[in-house]
């Protein structure tokens, strides 16, 4: 199991059972994933309050303990997430920059940050710059632009580029309280013509100085910012913002908090 164990004996396979020997607060909800073969069902109980109920065959039930306060916090940041604001990345190649613009994201209430790579399993965050904030978002990956784009149109969202191209507008003057995907593009060449192709806006950060462009992360913060400017004037952060069925799914996710430290280890 990878885990000091705290105690190991024979349980019943119903897990509702377990509630009388569990020295936290009941457990919120049980996950069914896939396991190695164990001959006899155990209830592995480890110092950090997860429990683990293995069942002969293939299967096994993780039970996570979870405080009242915890769940009560997690369902109040999760309240201000912003369904209809997307954050989409472009071939993006220095990880430094995608981790500090996913810690942005979770700061600013995004909930979705889109992955334009065809080898997003080359992406891994820098954990002391993201301090785990990647947990906190759905992560989608595509393979092209037009891909990624597309798709969100077709949800009903604007999009956003940002360039140095001179019909950009500075990024202040749109309005980012209608559904919206902004795409930030690489390091080296800013977004891609079909970005700007499928773009409804082209926008800017007005600069004074001899440097003509910022730092990716940057960037990201800078128009987030205003786009959290204007939904909190509009008192966004105050309400839940998702249907009742995809903010549970979420909420079981972040309880669950069953992602991979290297959420980009493996190819999507």
């Known amino acids: 199991m990878g885990q000091t164990l705290k105690k190991i004996f024979p349980i019943s396979q119903d897990a509702r ?9 009941a457990y919120s909800f049980c996950q069914l994933f896939q396991f190695e073969t164990i001959n006899h069902p155990l209830l592995l109980l480890s110092f950090n309050n997860t429990i683990r109920v293995v069942n002969p065959g293939q299967l096994c039930y993780k039970c996570c303990v979870t405080t009242e306060a915890r769940k009560e916090k997690l369902t109040k940041v999760l309240s201000r997430r912003q369904p209809d604001l997307h954050v989409v990345l472009e071939e993006v190649t220095i990880a430094h920059n995608a981790s500090a613009v996913a ?57 956003a580029a940002t360039t140095l191209s001179s019909q950009a507008v500075p990024h202040t003057e749109i309005d980012y309280c209608q559904p919206l995907a902004l795409v930030f593009g690489n390091e080296a060449e800013g977004v891609s013509s079909d970005a700007l192709t499928l773009a409804d806006y082209q926008i800017h950060i007005p600069m004074v100085g001899l440097v003509q462009s910022l730092n990716l992360s940057v960037s990201a913060a800078i128009i987030l910012y205003e786009a959290f400017r204007q939904r909190q004037t509009k008192g966004w952060y105050s309400e839940r913002r998702l249907p009742s069925p995809e903010f549970e799914q979420v909420l079981k996710i972040w309880l669950a908090n069953e992602r991979p430290r290297r959420p980009f280890h493996e190819k999507k």
């Open 103 to 159: 810690r942005t994201c979770e700061a600013a209430g995004i909930l979705n940050l889109h992955i334009i790579s065809p080898h997003p399993e080359n992406i891994v965050f820098n954990e002391a710059i993201t301090t785990r904030a990647e947990k906190w978002l759905l992560i989608h990956f595509h393979q092209s632009t037009a891909e990624c784009l597309s798709l969100l149109k077709s949800q009903g969202l604007k999009v």
């Open 17 to 25: 059972s377990f509630r009388n020997i569990i020295p936290t607060p």
